[in-house]
């Protein structure tokens, strides 16, 4: 009988064990690395001809469009994420609206990609 309990307990231990090491490798942080690997994706594919594959903006085409620097942590503080994805959305300025060739996900990728330029 001891010997069934000793089993059941280590039982409970290695199950509580393998919850709190689930929770600590950072779930919710793969799906955020993701989320941004997925966003450069879109980025390069969709941003860089005008924001620069660094985020500058320093392009022919950022520069006749005024793009702005997205790497300046003063421009990034100031804007929000929603405010961002807003402005990928339905376009801002001389940059188009992106909201009927990307969806929602990949708008939000994008944002998340972009908050990792900050400087």
């Avoid at 941003?47 to 469009?65: E, N, P, S, V």
Wanted: with cysteine.
């Amino acid at each position: 009988m001891n010997r069934i309990k000793a089993l059941l307990l280590c039982a409970i231990v290695l199950s509580f064990s393998s919850l709190a090491a689930v929770a600590a490798s950072g779930e919710p942080e793969s799906k955020k690395s993701r989320q941004r690997a997925d966003g450069r994706a879109v980025y390069s594919n969709n941003c860089a001809r005008c924001h620069g594959g660094d985020g500058t903006g320093q392009t022919t085409m950022g520069q006749m469009t005024e793009a702005p620097n997205l790497t300046d942590s003063g421009w990034q503080r100031g804007k929000s994420a929603s405010r961002m994805a807003a402005s990928v959305a339905n376009g801002r300025g001389q940059m188009p609206a992106f909201k009927k060739k990307l969806s929602r996900a990949e708008i939000a990728a994008a944002v998340a990609y972009v908050r990792t330029l900050k400087r």
